[in-house]
Nanobody, 127 residues
């Protein structure tokens, strides 16, 4: 598996979780990275994305101010710190990588631009 997510689990509303995405065998710094999520019966949706250098970040309106995406290229990891979690954040969270290119900067939330995906980690927020 090219990308491996970890850190999911069960948490009460208002709590926090930190998801990590590790790029085994790949140089993460060559890719922009995003987090997407899919709840049961719903379409996959964009959560957050970060440029290859970490200098640009993007968030879905639903998580802005609560989630923070970051990356450590030396450790080949990207993290998603999730605070003030809500039951509606419950979903399988996927890490994905997009190759360097101008298209990503104009459409970072477009999942079709990401060609490497992890298998996902479950996040469940209880009310």
């Amino acid at each position: 598996v090219p990308l491996v997510e970890s850190g999911g689990g069960l948490v009460q509303a208002g709590g926090s979780l930190r998801l990590s995405c590790a790029a085994s065998g790949r140089t993460f710094s060559s890719y922009a990275t995003g987090w997407f999520r899919q709840a049961p019966g719903k379409e996959r949706e964009f959560v957050a994305a970060i440029s290859w250098s970490g200098g640009s970040t993007y968030y879905a309106d639903s998580v802005k101010g609560r989630f923070t995406i970051s990356r450590d290229n030396a450790k080949n990891t990207v993290s998603l710190q999730m605070n003030s979690l809500k039951p509606e954040d419950t979903a399988v969270y996927y890490c994905a990588a997009a190759p360097l290119g101008g298209s990503w900067y104009s459409r970072p939330s477009t999942d079709a631009l990401y060609d490497i995906w992890g298998q996902g980690t479950q996040v469940t927020v209880s009310s």
